[in-house]
C-alpha cells in the first residue's frame, strides 16, 4: 500500500488533486484509517491513476474519464468508450487546428495590409437594389458572432429544403442570407431564403417574403468559405466610412456563386449593406 503522498509522487500529482479526484468518486483511495482519516492507495490503482493523468494530458475532461472507467466497471467494456473517447477529441483538435490555421493567415493578410504590401483585392462599389420576392425561413441565435450563427446555419438550410421540396417548389439561385437584431434581448435573427417564382406560391414550412428595393446599397464581394468574411466585412465597412457615407439598414449576404452547402474556397459572396451619404 502506498501513503497518499507516495501515491502522488508516482503518479506525478499533488496531494490536493487526489483529494479531488475522491471527492468526484473518480479515484476513491483503497484504504481511510478510521480513526486518523490518512488514505492508503493500492499497487493496482497506480494504473488507474497513471491512464488519469494521460487522459488529462490529452485535454480530456473528467466527467469524460469518469464514463471510461464507469464502462470498464459496469460493462466491461473500457476500450471501446476509451476508443470513442480519444476519437472525439481527436476531432476536436483537428477541427481546432483547422480554426488557428485560418486565424493565421488573415493575422499574416493582416500584417501585410498594414506593411502595404498587399491591398484589397474587392472593391466597394454603390447601387440601387431591385426589391426580391423570396421563399424563407428563420431561426434565433443566441448573439452575434460566428460562433453563434455558424450552427444555425445548416439546420435552417436543410428546413427550408424539405419545406420546398415537400411543397413542390423549385430551388432557385442565389440564396440570400440577413440578419435582425431580436428586440428586449441579445438574440439575432437569422433569416435564410432562396428566390421565389415570379408568382410565389405559399406553402408549410416557410414564408413568401418581400425583401424591399434598396435605394442605394454599398456591397463587395468575398471570395472563399465563411471563416474571412468577417474581414471583407469590416474592409467593407471601412471603406463605406472613408467615402463619406453611413449605414441606414441591416446587410444581406448573396451567394453569387455556391455549390452545395458545405462554404468552399470557390464560393463568391456579396456583401450588401443600405447606405446614405453623411
Known amino acids: 500500500m502506498y501513503t497518499i503522498g507516495e501515491f502522488a509522487a508516482f503518479g506525478r500529482v499533488s496531494v490536493r488533486m487526489l483529494r479531488h479526484y475522491d471527492a468526484i468518486g473518480l479515484l476513491t483511495p483503497a484504504r481511510v484509517d478510521s480513526s486518523t482519516g490518512y488514505r492508503q492507495y493500492s499497487n493496482d490503482q497506480l494504473q488507474h491513476l497513471l491512464r488519469i ?5 490529452l485535454g480530456i475532461g473528467l466527467d469524460r474519464i469518469a464514463a471510461v472507467f464507469d464502462a470498464g466497471s459496469t460493462a466491461g467494456d473500457e476500450s471501446s468508450a476509451l476508443r470513442t473517447v480519444l476519437e472525439e477529441r481527436l476531432g476536436e483538435i483537428e477541427s481546432s487546428l483547422a480554426e488557428d490555421t485560418a486565424r493565421l493567415e488573415r493575422i499574416r493578410r493582416r500584417l501585410r495590409l498594414l506593411e502595404g504590401t498587399e491591398t484589397m483585392s474587392e472593391s466597394v462599389t454603390y447601387r440601387p437594389i431591385e426589391p426580391v420576392t423570396v421563399y424563407a425561413v428563420r431561426g434565433i441565435a443566441p448573439g452575434m458572432g460566428p ?58 414550412g416557410y414564408d413568401v417574403v418581400e425583401l424591399p428595393a434598396i435605394p442605394l446599397a454599398a456591397t463587395t464581394l468575398h471570395r472563399g468559405d465563411m471563416s474571412g468574411i468577417g474581414d471583407s466585412w469590416s474592409a467593407l465597412v471601412d471603406q463605406v466610412v472613408a467615402d463619406g457615407y453611413r449605414m441606414t439598414g441591416a446587410s444581406r449576404e448573396v451567394y453569387l456563386e455556391a455549390k452545395g452547402h458545405i462554404p468552399g474556397p470557390d464560393w463568391v459572396t456579396e456583401i450588401q449593406v443600405q447606405v446614405e451619404r453623411i
Open 53 to 57: 493523468v494521460e487522459l488529462r494530458g
Open 147 to 204: 460562433e453563434n450563427v455558424g450552427p444555425m446555419v445548416g439546420p435552417l438550410i436543410g428546413r427550408l429544403d424539405r419545406a420546398l421540396t415537400a411543397a413542390g417548389r423549385p430551388i432557385l439561385e442565389p440564396s440570400i442570407f440577413w440578419y435582425e437584431e431580436v428586440e428586449g434581448s441579445e438574440g439575432l435573427a437569422v433569416n435564410i431564403s432562396y428566390p421565389a417564382e415570379t408568382e410565389p406560391v405559399a406553402g408549410t
